[in-house]
């Protein structure tokens, strides 16, 4: 395997070559897919191409489990203090890769390169964080009532994992739930999304590079029917983790049940902001356009329905369509570029018809709402925003996923509270006060996972991410995302 991943120059040319050499990473190898089904890698800021990867069989998922099977005999028994001196080696690994890596993010799904650097930096801090978190993995001493017993409490890796993540965010998504899984002792099997394969491949060659043993990790590409029905049928497959939608969450969790695996969900979420009328205007809208329009808006706890206080109102809308009305939109490799495409065709139609359901229903269209006329390629879809939208309109009732800012006013505290909860999702939910006494009301109000006063900054390898209600179960990140991945055994002890 060629040591750059991905040279400066002749970018489709190497682009390509990746693609090819590397593929599926079955038992410490790459291999080749033995399926016939061929997977066209496209760059959705011009719908070219970038390349084709050929996709995986039954057969090969079922070898990456009977792969990852063995590895897990060998890497629970690594210790963890070795188990995290390799998952630093991961982490100096990517730090390499970064440039490269970046650029694959960035042509695999859009967003401008400064977001592509972020989110591979976030990467890398999960491998940080966790190869910490696997030499604290501690139990614990209980006192028995049995004269001369103790009662132990052990943490033990939950055995093979089964991880499936979404395209918006192909380096994190993957990173959150490998990193813990190596930390605990588990073995791990990946189906990243097909549209974005080619950035699981950068990883998974930094795991390679770094040493993690031949069947600990292993990565599928393909077809339902050729790599989440095995997994998902397969008994030695003991845990299954999701970032995906609510639907693909509920129908994982009813396949799960046959062979009672643990399920951690990170589904979807469509949360509110709540601006009160003691906010700083102009510095929460300085933060709200950039966080809304990040990644075309395709962030599952991205800001969606904005509700302002009536005194606000007016002010917020005009500011906020000012300033979307100046972002750059283009290709993410141009330096200049603030937002990029939306992933496919099928984004784009969506969101299309969310904005004409909006305005149907009596919304006004203050700017934005349909493709950009100077952007002839690519699934672009202008910043748009939203005004006088009804509780009952798509943009406000379910998760656009799209660079769409639905705005509406309320009156009363009790009012904001009640309709921003009114929702059966509960991932993120934000506020914007200078109160005090109103920032402990509002954590303590928002039925959400995560709440965010006056910041929109919830993700942190140090901290817990995850939701409540239809949007998930189980935490990534923090102390709290080793345990995930971990079964807890009593022992009674009597001498």
């Known amino acids: 395997m060629p040591e750059a991943i991905l040279p400066k120059n002749h970018v489709q040319e190497s682009l390509n070559a990746m693609y090819n050499n590397y593929g599926l990473f079955i038992d410490g190898e790459w291999c080749k897919g033995s399926s016939e089904a061929i997977i066209s890698v496209l760059n959705p800021a011009t719908t070219d191409v970038l390349g084709e990867v050929q996709a995986a069989s039954v ?101 093979v994992v089964g991880a499936f993540t979404a395209w918006n965010f192909p ?25 974005v394969p080619g950035t699981a491949m950068v990883l998974f060659e930094c795991l390679r590079k770094a040493g993690i043993p031949k069947g600990v990790v292993n990565l599928v ?22 970032t995906g939608s609510t639907a693909i969450g509920q129908q994982m969790i009813r396949d799960s049940a046959d062979t009672v695996k643990r399920v951690s969900m990170e589904l979807g979420g469509n949360a509110p902001v709540l601006v009160f009328e003691d906010a700083d205007l102009e510095q929460t809208l300085d933060l709200c ?45 141009e330096q200049s570029t603030q937002m990029g495409p939306l992933i496919n065709q099928r984004r784009l139609d969506a969101i299309e018809a969310v904005v004409a359901d909006a305005v149907e229903r009596g919304a006004r269209l203050v700017t934005g709402g349909k493709r950009p006329e100077h952007l002839g390629a690519g699934y672009f879809f202008e910043p748009t925003v939203l005004a006088d939208v009804p509780d009952d309109a798509q943009a406000m009732a379910e998760e656009n996923f ?73 935490r990534e990140g923090g102390s709290e995302g080793i345990h995930d991945y971990t079964n807890v055994k009593l022992a009674q002890i009597t001498v």
């Open 59 to 159: 057969e090969d998922t079922q070898a990456a489990i009977r792969a990852a099977e063995a590895g897990f005999r060998v890497w629970r028994e690594t210790a963890a203090w070795s188990r995290a001196d390799l998952l630093h080696a991961v982490a100096d690994q990517m730090v390499l890769a970064t440039e490269d890596a970046a650029r694959c993010i960035s042509l695999e799904t859009g967003k401008p390169l400064v977001q592509a650097q972020r989110e591979w930096a976030l990467s890398i801090d999960q491998f940080r964080w966790y190869a910490e978190e696997a030499r604290r993995l501690y139990g614990r001493i209980v006192e028995s009532r049995a004269p001369g017993g103790r009662i132990e409490v052990h943490h033990e890796p939950v055995g």
């Open 171 to 195: 380096a994190v998504l993957i990173a959150r739930k490998v990193a813990p899984a190596l930390a605990a002792g588990c073995s791990v099997i990946v189906r990243p999304s097909s549209e």
């Open 221 to 242: 590409i393909g077809p339902t029917q050729n790599t989440y029905n095995p997994v998902l049928a397969s008994p030695v497959v003991r845990k299954i983790s999701l």
């Open 289 to 333: 356009v950039p966080t809304k329009y990040a990644n075309a808006g395709q962030v599952c706890v991205t800001a969606d329905r904005f509700y302002v206080h009536e005194s606000l109102y007016e002010r917020f809308v005009e500011g906020f369509a000012r300033r979307a009305l100046a972002l750059k939109l283009g290709s993410g490799l």
């Open 402 to 474: 799209g660079p769409i800012a639905a705005i509406t006013s309320f009156s009363s505290t009790e009012e904001a509270y009640a309709r921003a909860n009114a929702l059966p999702v509960g991932l993120s939910a934000y506020a914007f006060t200078r109160d005090a006494a109103r920032i402990r009301e509002v954590v303590a109000r928002l039925e959400a996972g995560m709440v965010g006063v006056n910041s929109f900054a919830l993700a942190a390898a140090e901290a817990p991410f995850g939701g409540i209600k239809d949007s998930g179960m189980g």
